[in-house]
C-alpha cells in the first residue's frame, strides 16, 4: 500500500483522496492551512491533518494540490526528508531560485520531484522533440469567462460582459506562470517539456463561446511539427480547474506500484 500525504483539500485534492483506494494506495495526512484544519479533518475523519509535512508519518509520496506558495511552503522540507514530490504547481517553478532549491533538496534528500501532465497531453512528443531540437513553441489556453475569475484577466477585459473571445495576455510563458498562478500551470509544463520559460510564446483567451478549458500546443524542429488540441471538462468544485488534471494526478501516484509505465 502507498502511504499517500496531501497538500491542500480542495478540488484537485479531494478527487485523488477518492480514487486512492482503487490504486491501493492510502491517504495518511493532508496539510491544511491554519484555521482550515477542523473542517478538512471533520471531512476526512480518520486521515491525520496538520499545518506542517514535518508532523507527518512516514509517507511515500506527497501530492501538492494546493497552489505555487504551498510548492514554496513545503516542497523543499518533503524533498529534503528523501519523500517524493508530485506537484501540480509547476507554474511555481518559473522562479528559478524555487526551481534551484528544490533540485536541491532533492539531491540531498534522495527524492525526486514529480511533475503530471496536468490538464495537457503531448508533453511526451515535445520532450523527445526537444532533445532534437525545437524551433518553436506556442502554447494558447482558452477558457470561458469563468474559469479566469480571480486572475489578472479581470483587469484587462470585462469578464461578465464579453461577447465575443478576447485575448487577456500575450507573452512568455514565465510571464504567464508567475502572473496566472491558478491558470497557466499547463503553460509552464510546456515551458519544461520544451524550449523553456521565456522561449515559449504564450496566448491566453477568454471566450464567452468556449464550452470547456481548450488547451493548443503547436511545435516545429527537427522532428517535423505537430499541433495537439484538448477540449477538457471541468472538475464540479472548480471552473478553472480541468478535470484531466487531477485524473494526471492519480496517475502519477498509481505509476508508482506499476512494473510497465507508460
Ligand atoms: N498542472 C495543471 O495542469 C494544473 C494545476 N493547477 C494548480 O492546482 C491548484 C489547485 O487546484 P484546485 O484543487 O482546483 O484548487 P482549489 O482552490 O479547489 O483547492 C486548493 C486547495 O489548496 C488549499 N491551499 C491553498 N494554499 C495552501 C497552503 N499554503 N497550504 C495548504 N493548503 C493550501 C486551499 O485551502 P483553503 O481552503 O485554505 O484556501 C484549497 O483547499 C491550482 O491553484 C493551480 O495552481 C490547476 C489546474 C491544472
Ligand atoms: O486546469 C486547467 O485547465 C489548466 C489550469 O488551470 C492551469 O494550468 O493552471
Redesign the pocket.
Known amino acids: 500500500m502507498i502511504k499517500v500525504g496531501i ?7 479531494q478527487y485523488l483522496a477518492q480514487a486512492l483506494p482503487r490504486i491501493g494506495a492510502e491517504l495518511v495526512f493532508v ?3 491554519e484555521g ?1 484544519e477542523i473542517a478538512v479533518r471533520d471531512a476526512l475523519g480518520d486521515v491525520a491533518v496538520g499545518g506542517d509535512i514535518l508532523g507527518a508519518p512516514e509517507l511515500d509520496v506527497v501530492v501538492d ?6 510548492l514554496r ?2 516542497g523543499y522540507a518533503v524533498l529534503r526528508r528523501g519523500i517524493d514530490l508530485v506537484t ?4 511555481a517553478l518559473a522562479d528559478d531560485a524555487l526551481r534551484a532549491s528544490l533540485e536541491e533538496a532533492a539531491r540531498i534528500g534522495g527524492s525526486t520531484l514529480h511533475l ?1 501532465s ?3 497531453g503531448a508533453l511526451d512528443a515535445l520532450g523527445s522533440a526537444a532533445e532534437g531540437g525545437l524551433a518553436r513553441v506556442t502554447y494558447t489556453g482558452r477558457k470561458p469567462p469563468n474559469g479566469w475569475k480571480g486572475s489578472p484577466a479581470e483587469d484587462a477585459v470585462d469578464l461578465d460582459g464579453l461577447t465575443e473571445a478576447a485575448v487577456h495576455f500575450e507573452g512568455s510563458a514565465r510571464q504567464a506562470a508567475l502572473a496566472y ?2 491558470n497557466a ?2 503553460a509552464a ?1 510546456v515551458a519544461l517539456a520544451g524550449v523553456g520559460f521565456d522561449a515559449t510564446q504564450v496566448l491566453l483567451i477568454a471566450d464567452p463561446d468556449a464550452r470547456a478549458n481548450i488547451h493548443e500546443v503547436e511545435a516545429e524542429g527537427e522532428f517535423g511539427s505537430f499541433r495537439f488540441e484538448i477540449a477538457g471538462e471541468t ?1 464540479p ?2 471552473p ?3 478535470a484531466l ?1 487531477a485524473m494526471s494526478v492519480v496517475k502519477t501516484v498509481a505509476d508508482r506500484a506499476r512494473s510497465l509505465r507508460v
Open positions: 497538500i491542500g483539500y480542495g478540488a484537485i485534492a496539510v491544511a492551512r482550515r494540490c494546493a497552489g505555487h506558495q504551498a511552503d513545503h501540480v504547481s509547476i507554474g503530471p496536468g490538464a495537457l498562478p491558478k500551470n499547463v509544463a472538475l468544485d472548480n478553472r480547474t480541468s488534471a
